[in-house]
T-cell receptor, first 112, second 114 residues
């Protein structure tokens, strides 16, 4: 069965600092992996997705993630945090059954 | 174009009452999904529609929960005899059936059972 683990329920960074949000997955088949962002009282917005085309995936708002099969990881990074990046971030995995299995989420705080 | 819409945005109901939650997917999207987001359980899959049929209902928590989709478009999630533990945000998503399985989410319906 597929599963996702997000290490760190809360991450705090200063504006301009590197953002690193961790995600490890478990899947018996080559996975599709996603990062979604949720702003307060809103739905989920897709940041980026991995579908086996390239291991380094670039998304919206300057975010990127690298798929590392040997580490079963798909960590999300951004070189320089902005105040507007404060939100909750969810990593998700999907096999060919279509449903998304989400991690527990990481709340990102950005301090000035 | 228009995104996924859900109604109502907020619903307060008394324990034991039935509620209906509506989802309008993106036009042309054949797949539709319901998820539930709650403090204790995180984001949970409930049910998936391909067209009007539901090949995966594995996430429905009890037989009080049901869903239907008509015309390959609008979907309704019904919760009968609501309980306090049903309080959550119910999210709907749709996707065009592609190999990327990218799902687009609506803003959700916040259900509070008093």
């Amino acid at each position: 069965a597929q599963s996702v683990t997000q290490l760190g329920s809360h991450v705090s960074v200063s504006e301009g600092a590197l953002v690193l949000l961790r995600c490890n997955y478990s899947s018996s088949v080559p996975p599709y992996l996603f990062w979604y962002v949720q702003y307060p009282n809103q739905g989920l917005q897709l940041l980026l997705k991995y579908t086996s085309a390239a291991t380094l995936v670039k998304g919206i708002n300057g975010f990127e993630a690298e798929f590392k099969k040997s580490e079963t990881s798909f960590h999300l990074t951004k070189p320089s945090a902005h105040m507007s990046d404060a939100a909750e971030y969810f990593c998700a995995v999907s096999d060919n059954t279509d449903k998304l299995i989400f991690g527990t989420g990481t709340r990102l705080q950005v301090f000035p | 174009g228009a995104g996924v819409s859900q109604s109502p945005s907020n619903k307060v109901t008394e324990k034991g009452k039935d509620v209906e939650l509506r989802c309008d997917p993106i036009s042309g999207h054949t797949a539709l999904y319901w998820y539930r987001q709650s403090l204790g359980q995180g984001l949970e899959f409930l049910i998936y529609f391909q067209g009007n049929s539901a090949p995966d209902k594995s996430g429905l928590p009890s037989d009080r929960f049901s869903a239907e989709r008509t015309g390959g478009s609008v979907s309704t999630l019904t919760i009968q005899r609501t309980q306090q533990e049903d309080s959550a945000v119910y999210l709907c998503a749709s996707s065009q059936k592609t190999v990327s399985y990218e799902q687009y989410f609506g803003p959700g319906t916040r259900l509070t059972v008093t």
